[in-house]
């Protein structure tokens, strides 16, 4: 296994886990357990940076012009794609929880 194969598989599973929690948080905040919530969030956030910052590695390992230039694959490009879905689902669970809680405040 390449080492560009092995950083896609730790973004692939770090990202992976903070969408889940991201979801999490979602289902946490319809129950009106705010608190369990953020805890949530705060833990996915954790994991996105991790793989965010294996992603940021490659980068620069790209950017470094006396290294071999990264091999684009099917797994790099699949990390990526998670890597922006994971983003995607911690902004809208932020803005889920918020929803959550002013229709809470009306009830």
């Keep these: 296994m390449t080492n560009i194969e092995q950083v896609s598989f730790e973004i692939i599973s770090t990202v992976g886990m903070a969408r889940s929690l991201f979801i999490e948080a979602i289902h946490c905040a319809k129950e009106q357990d705010f608190k369990q919530a953020q805890e949530k969030i705060e833990e996915g956030q954790a994991y996105f940076i991790q793989g965010h910052h294996a992603h940021f590695g490659l980068i620069q390992q790209e950017a470094d012009q006396t290294q071999e230039p990264i091999q684009i694959n099917l797994i790099l490009m699949h990390a990526e794609d998670q890597l922006m879905s994971a983003e ?18 009306k009830d």
């Design 88 to 105: 995607a689902f911690g902004i809208l669970a932020q803005e889920f929880i918020d929803m959550y809680k002013l229709l809470h405040k």
